[in-house]
């Protein structure tokens, strides 16, 4: 639970490579690590093991998530403001976009189910910063609060929301997303049973949601039709 903060300071550190996190590619082909020390991503062949590629982006890589398509993968940053989009099928970098200075560096990102929207968790100043995957632009800045950690999507009775874990109040907030793709809408704050809420990831049928709770070693289940927590499993 804690490596992913230890691997960031030895990176801020210049500690050599520090390899934060690995994903698989949506066709099941290769796998995507990003590699901080390093300010790359390494591609790597699933059944040979073998590298096939490295993508330099910036400094202080953190994340590779992928569009709902495959064509695209949204790499992002701590310590550097921008958000890189990779063809995964060149893979090779298409975009840079800027992500405004007060928003800073993001720990965490998830690109929406419907793919319209790519929202990233800035720990150290407090925000989520919200990307059109359209436009390839920001669409909005979220004042979030203080250690905002991981979005997530639950799409409930035909509404979409996304689901933000907040460290530094020990609160999960809700926004709701506007069909009409207007800016989305804080409609609801769950207070967490314990500290540090931090991974969160929703159920296959959207009516829970999961939150780890990185320093009470525990993890809350959060009813999406109710918006409380239901039940704290121990670790």
């Keep these: 639970m804690r490596a992913p903060?230890?691997?960031?300071?030895?990176?801020?550190r210049g500690a050599p490579r520090t390899p934060h996190e690995g994903f698989i590619s949506p066709d099941g082909k290769t796998a995507w690590v990003a590699v901080c020390g390093e300010n790359a991503v390494e591609i790597f062949d699933i059944d040979s093991g073998k590298r096939?590629?490295?993508?330099?982006?910036a400094k202080g890589v953190s994340k590779v998530v992928f569009s709902p398509d495959g064509q695209r993968a949204y790499v992002n940053?701590?310590?550097?403001?921008?958000?890189?989009?990779?063809?995964?099928?060149?893979?090779?970098?298409?975009?840079?976009?800027?992500?405004?200075?007060?928003?800073?560096?993001?720990?965490?990102?998830?690109?929406?189910?419907?793919?319209?929207?790519?929202?990233?968790?800035?720990?150290?100043?407090?925000?989520?910063?919200?990307?059109d995957t359209d436009k390839l632009d920001v669409k909005t800045v979220l004042e979030t609060?203080?250690?905002?950690?991981?979005?997530?999507?639950?799409?409930?009775?035909?509404?979409?929301?996304?689901?933000?874990?907040?460290?530094?109040?020990?609160?999960?907030?809700?926004?709701?997303?506007?069909?009409?793709?207007?800016?989305?809408?804080?409609?609801?704050?769950?207070?967490?049973?314990?500290?540090?809420?931090?991974?969160?990831w929703p159920s296959p049928d959207n009516t829970q949601v999961y939150v780890v709770l990185q320093k009470s070693d525990a993890l809350d289940v959060i009813d999406t039709a109710t918006r409380k927590v239901i039940k704290t499993l121990p670790d």
């Design 52 to 57: 096939v590629n490295r993508v330099v982006t």
């Design 77 to 131: 940053h701590l310590f550097t403001n921008e958000l890189v989009v990779i063809d995964t099928k060149t893979q090779t970098i298409t975009n840079r976009i800027a992500i405004p200075k007060q928003a800073g560096g993001s720990a965490d990102l998830a690109v929406t189910p419907d793919g319209k929207e790519v929202w990233l968790g800035q720990p150290i100043t407090g925000h989520t910063t919200v990307i």
């Design 145 to 200: 609060g203080p250690r905002t950690n991981h979005p997530n999507f639950v799409t409930l009775d035909g509404v979409n929301y996304a689901y933000v874990t907040v460290g530094g109040e020990n609160v999960t907030k809700v926004f709701r997303r506007p069909q009409d793709g207007s800016n989305p809408v804080q409609v609801d704050t769950i207070k967490n049973s314990g500290v540090g809420p931090h991974g969160i």
């Design 5 to 12: 903060i230890q691997s960031y300071r030895q990176c801020a």
